[in-house]
């Protein structure tokens, strides 16, 4: 009968495990002082030889040899752990046999002495899932057992382990497989099988694990179905629902030229394969997010999982964008396939994401508005000074000399009639509250000032810069607009004594040269609101 991959070429001792050297030193020191622990938890993810690691070290302890870090594997005890059906090695699944009986049963079978090896050992599986009563049933029993158990809890969420019980155990923290030892290990494995495969279908392999080499060995397991003897990196990846580096590509080759209707058409492409649309986007996050490790610490970096060949097309790719556009893509793309996983309409969340990616790299920060504003106004050449007219062939001496007539403004400086004026003026732009200010405020105009006097609750309204260039309009010259506080039967008749510093915050916030220098930037901003931090 065919036996999967990942039950064939499963390590039958230490020398064989890859990627948990940590938890194989320590084991192996651990057996060879004889200092052998009643309770161990083995806790990681999927896929990364917790279970594996339990039968070896249960073989180390019950071998003939033993207890030895080398077990012969020709004994019966070792062929019976080897098959799963060694009479004193009992593996439990604590899904399916969670309860506070199950545990009482368990707990009267440690009375026994084990019928022919020298532990008698629990190794149960998915410990989380036992209940809070079980595990307290087994409390006293892991703390205090007879010297012949050994208790191995295999888990996927230590966090779910009640302390109780974690502190009478010696935890051991799996790690996620490398890369490159997974990669490893696929390409020994079609050797052995005589499957032709290159280094590209075997990352395609490796990536699809994620750092689980069972998970690695039954895509190759299902590769082989589909393909036979000669594995296509192509066929693989249509297998596994992946995606190229090229069909993710077209995202930022759009996204390089700006180009909103390609993203439109990805989307339809997509739609029209049958593919899935939130599995697009969690591979285009990792994609983005492969990227930009690359751009940060370049190509050669081992926080990428991807072949020599990929990570030299990430790093072409990565050298077109800024560390912070790709950040800013991550971002949106995270935030995106959330919004997936719960839409009715998946195309168009998707239209309007990528969209969304288009205009955001588009985007510019403000320290960069500010300085490229900042060039083009002292790149402003001054307008040459007017040449003076040729010296006239007789010229005739000026009896006295003629003072320039001094510039009348366009309009009277009567308080009423400026009042009047740009009250009309506000209410035909629609400008109420600008008008309303204006009613309730005395003007007075100088050679270059306007100053409004005004009651309190109309000094900020006084100060939008639509007022500004209303009046400029209606005087044809810029004039500086001042506003003074005056107290008036306009004001409320409550006013808080901290009005007075509430002003002086804002006149002291309007007047600073940044904040100037930014409204002189751009003219249309409006402060709204002024706050003292230290309030």
Known sequence: MYQVLARKYRPQNFAELIGQ?????????????????????FAGQRGTGKTTVARILARCLNCVRGPSVSPCGACSSC????????????????????????????????????????????????????????FNALLKTL????????????????????????????QFAFRSVDFADVLARLEWVCRQEGIEADEETLAVLAQAGEGSVRDS?????????????????????????????????????????SDTGRMLELVQALERDGRNLQHFCRELARYFRNLLVVRIAGAKSRLVAAS?????????????????????YLQLTLDLFRDLQFSLQPRFHLELGLLKLVHAGRLVSIEEALAAAEKAASGVAKPPARPEPPPAA?????????????????????????RDRLH?????????????????????????ELVFEAPREYSLTLQDKKLSRIVQELAGRPLKISV??????AAPAHADPKDNSEDETARRALSHPEVERFRQLFPDSQVRAVRNLKD
């Open 308 to 328: 020599d060949r990929e990570l030299e097309q990430l790093a072409a790719t990565a050298a077109s964008f800024s560390e912070e556009d790709l950040t800013r």
């Open 484 to 489: 003074r506080i005056v107290e008036g039967p």
């Open 394 to 418: 007789n010229p005739v001496p000026a009896e006295a000399p003629v003072r320039p007539a001094a510039s009348q403004p366009s309009l009277p400086a009567g308080d009423a009639s400026w």
């Open 143 to 170: 703390e205090e057992p007879p010297e012949w158990v050994v208790f191995i809890l295999c888990t996927t969420e230590a966090h779910k382990i009640p302390t109780t019980i974690a502190s009478r155990c010696q």
């Open 79 to 134: 062929t019976e752990i080897a098959a799963g059906n060694s009479v004193d090695v009992i593996e439990i699944d604590a899904a399916s046999n969670r309860g506070i009986n199950e545990m009482r049963e368990l707990r009267e079978s440690i009375r026994y002495r084990p019928a022919r090896d020298r532990y008698k050992i629990f190794i149960i599986d998915e410990a989380h899932q036992i209940t809070s009563e079980a």
């Open 21 to 41: 050297e940590h938890v194989r030193l320590t084991l192996e020191h651990a057996i060879e002082q004889k200092r052998i622990a009643h309770g161990y938890i």
């Open 217 to 257: 060995l039954s895509a190759l397991d299902q590769a082989i179905a589909c393909c036979g003897r000669r594995l296509d990196a192509g066929e693989v990846r249509r297998l596994l629902g992946a995606f190229s580096l090229e069909s993710l590509r077209q995202v930022t080759e759009a996204l390089a030229r």
């Open 424 to 448: 009309a003026a506000l209410l035909a732009g629609g400008h109420t509250f600008l008008a309303d200010a204006v009613e309730h405020s005395s003007v007075k105009e100088t050679e270059a």
